[in-house]
RNA sequence: GGUCUCGUGGCCGAGUGGCUAGGCUGAGCUCUGCAAAAGCUCCUACAGCGGUUCGAAUCCGCUCGAGACCUCCA
C-alpha cells in the first residue's frame, strides 16, 4: 500500500471554495503547475511565500511516493505594465531605462530569483519552461481561438471575446464574480480602445513601434498577452486537464480567471481539477507589494539593512516562521515574529541534531504507553500535513517529537522501553518531515574540519579544567566562544556538545 | 461602490459544534561549581450583541474593526 493510499490528501479547492479529498488523473502520478515570477525585477519576501507553499506541496506529495511533474514557469514576456504605456510590456520598459537587452534584464533577475530559491531551500520545479521560448504555441492557440470565433482581431491585436465564450460557459467561476457586474464596474472604454467590451482581455499585442521585444504573427510584429503563457505551458507539459493549478491569491482574478476561460475554449475541456490559492504576506497588516513600497528583499533580511528589522535573520528561520502559519491564510511579517520563530527554528532543528545520534541496541523491554503515545505522533505527522498541507499543525506535532528526543537523551524516556521497529519509524517520520517535507536544514552545515577540531580540542581543555575545578579557566572557554558564535552545552556524565548561533 | 476573507491569551499563530494546539515571552522549580541547554509547573483566549443547540471560539443574523480583489502584482 503506498503511503498516499494510507493518508490520502485533503485540499481546498479554490474552485469549490471547499476542502476536496485529491485525486488524481492517473493513480499516483500527479501534474502541478505554478505561476512563476516575472523577472523584471528582484523578488521579495511575499513572492517567496507563495514559492515555499507549492515547494511544501510538491515535497509533501512525493513523500506519499507520488511521482510529480511540477511545472513553474518563468515570465519573461507578457503582462502589460498599464494601458498608458500603450501595452508595453515589463520587460520591454526596464530593459529601456537600463539600456540593456530584454534578455539580458531577463537573465539577471532569474539568476537572482534563482538564487533566492536555493537560499530557501526551496526546489526547483521539473519544467521550468519561459514565456519566449513558447511564442509558436501562444500563436497557434490564439488562431485557434480566431478559428473558433472565440477571439477578434482589432488594428492587429487580437482579444478575447468574453461576452461570447460566457454564452455557453461561465466565466467567473473562479472567483465568484459575474459578467454583468464586471461589465458595470471599473474602468470605461476610452475611444481608442481596440476592444469590444472593456472585460475581453488580450491574446497577442500588436507592438508599437519603440517595443523591443517583438515576434512576427499572422497578425503583425507583436507580443502575446497577458494570461496566453501560462494556459499554453501548463497544457503543454501537462495535459488539456490536469491536476493542480496554484499561485498567489492576488492571482485569482483576473489572470487564473482568463487561463480557464482561454483553456476550456481552446480545448473544450476544464484545464484543471484543483486551484490552490496561497495568501499574502502583510506588513502591518497591509499586503507586501512592490507598488506599495512596503516589501523586503531576501537579501536586505538576511543582512539586517531593512529599516524596520533590528537583525538579519537566516533564511531557515524565515522558512519556519511561514511554515508556523496555514497557506491559505494572511501572515503578518514582523520583527518579534522573527525572533520568535527562529528561536523555535533552534530548538527543532536542535531535536534533529539529536536523533541522528540515537540508535536502537535491539534489545527491548517494551513500555506499552510510551510506544504508543510515539507510534500516535507519527500518524499524526501525517494526519496534519494530509488535511491540507497544514504546516502549523504538523510542526505542533514535530515539537512534541522533539520533547520527546530531550526526555530520550535526559534519560526520561529509557530506548530500552521502545520497540525497534518503533523508534525506527519514529526517527525516521521526525526526520523525515522536518528535513524532506519542511524543507528545514541546519542553517549552515560546518564541513571546516580545522573548526571543528579546533572546538573539540577547546572542548577536551575545558573539560579538563572542569575536573581539575579550575572553573575560571572552562568559563572563559565557555564565555569567550559564546561570543564567537560557538554555544557549548554540558550534558550529564561531563559530556559537551556544541552548536552555532 | 461591488465581490470576498478575516478578527483567538502579553506577542505570533493552529483549530472549527463537547476533549491541552504549538512556538515565543514572563514567573517558579529540577539538573548544574555557576551558567547555557533540557525537563516539569503556572499565566485558559476566542471583537461585540442576539439567535439555533443539551452544549458554540466553532453554525446563523446583525453591529463594529481590519484586509484582499475589482488595474500590473506571489
Keep these: 500500500m503506498k503511503k498516499f493510499e494510507r493518508y490520502p490528501v485533503s485540499l481546498t479547492n479554490s474552485l469549490s471554495g ?76 526596464k530593459a529601456r531605462l537600463e539600456q540593456l537587452e530584454p534578455m539580458e534584464v531577463v537573465k539577471h533577475y532569474t539568476e537572482g530569483f534563482h538564487e533566492v530559491m536555493r537560499q530557501f531551500n526551496i526546489f526547483p520545479p521539473s519544467i521550468e519552461p519561459s514565456a519566449t521560448g513558447h511564442i509558436v504555441e501562444q500563436i497557434e492557440i490564439t488562431k485557434n481561438l480566431l478559428d473558433k470565433g472565440l477571439a477578434y482581431e482589432s488594428n492587429g491585436s487580437v482579444y478575447f471575446n468574453v461576452r461570447k465564450y460566457n454564452q455557453d460557459h461561465h466565466y467567473g467561476i473562479l472567483s465568484g464574480r ?10 470605461e472604454l476610452d475611444n481608442q480602445d481596440e476592444k469590444r467590451e472593456k472585460i475581453d ?66 480545448t473544450g475541456k476544464t484545464p484543471v481539477n484543483y486551484w490552490l490559492h496561497s495568501n499574502m504576506l502583510t506588513v502591518n497588516g497591509q499586503k507586501m507589494s512592490k507598488s506599495l513600497g512596503n516589501s523586503f528583499l531576501p537579501s536586505e533580511l538576511f543582512a539586517g539593512t531593512h529599516s524596520l528589522l533590528d537583525r538579519g535573520y537566516g533564511p531557515m528561520a524565515v522558512r519556519f516562521f511561514m511554515l508556523q502559519s496555514h497557506y491559505s491564510s494572511t501572515l503578518d511579517f514582523s ?24 540508535d536502537h541496541s535491539g534489545k527491548a523491554t517494551t513500555n506499552a504507553a510510551v510506544d504508543a503515545e510515539l507510534s500516535r505522533l507519527v500518524k499524526e505527522c501525517y494526519r496534519t500535513m494530509s488535511d491540507d498541507f497544514n504546516t502549523a499543525k504538523t510542526l505542533a506535532v514535530l515539537f512534541e517529537m522533539s520533547s520527546r528526543i530531550n526526555d530520550i537523551k535526559s534519560g526520561a524516556i529509557q530506548l530500552t522501553t521502545l520497540s525497534p521497529e518503533t523508534f ?78
Aim: glycine share 10%.
Design 335 to 358: 520583527n518579534e515574529a522573527l525572533q520568535a520563530a527562529e528561536k523555535g527554528y533552534k530548538k527543532l532543528i536542535n531535536a534533529v541534531g539529536l536523533i541522528k545520534m540515537m
Design 178 to 187: 459575474n459578467i454583468e457586474e464586471l461589465m458595470e464596474s471599473g474602468r
Design 18 to 93: 471547499k476542502k476536496e479529498v485529491f485525486k488524481s488523473i492517473n493513480p499516483g502520478f500527479i501534474g502541478m503547475y505554478v505561476c512563476g515570477p516575472t523577472v523584471y525585477n528582484n523578488v521579495h519576501l511575499g513572492n517567496v511565500r507563495t514559492f515555499l507553499t507549492f515547494d511544501i506541496v510538491s515535497r509533501y506529495f512525493r513523500f506519499l511516493d507520488y511521482k510529480v511533474r511540477y511545472v513553474r514557469n518563468i515570465t519573461d514576456v507578457g503582462h502589460l505594465e498599464n494601458d498608458a504605456d500603450e501595452g508595453e510590456d515589463k520587460i520591454a520598459k
Design 424 to 501: 525506527t519509524d519514529f526517527k525516521n517520520t521526525f526526520l523525515g518531515f522536518v528535513e524532506q517535507v519542511l524543507g528545514l536544514k541546519e542553517e549552515q552545515e560546518q564541513n571546516d574540519e580545522i573548526l571543528i577540531g579546533t572546538i573539540g580540542l577547546l572542548i577536551d581543555l575545558r573539560k579538563k579544567a572542569k575536573t581539575d575545578k579550575n572553573f575560571s579557566l572552562s568559563d572563559k572557554i565557555r564565555d569567550d566562544l559564546k561570543k564567537l558564535g560557538v554555544q557549548i552545552k554540558d550534558g550529564k556524565d561531563g559530556e559537551m556538545t556544541y552548536s552555532f548561533d
Design 201 to 266: 482581455f488580450a491574446l497577442w499585442k500588436k507592438a508599437s513601434p519603440y517595443h523591443i521585444m517583438r515576434w512576427p504573427s499572422p497578425w503583425g510584429e507583436g507580443f502575446p498577452g497577458w494570461h496566453l503563457e501560462c494556459t499554453v505551458m501548463s497544457t503543454k507539459y501537462l495535459g488539456e486537464t490536469f491536476d493542480i493549478h496554484g499561485g498567489g491569491m492576488d492571482l485569482k482574478f483576473p489572470h487564473h480567471e482568463c487561463e480557464i476561460a482561454q483553456g476550456t475554449a481552446a
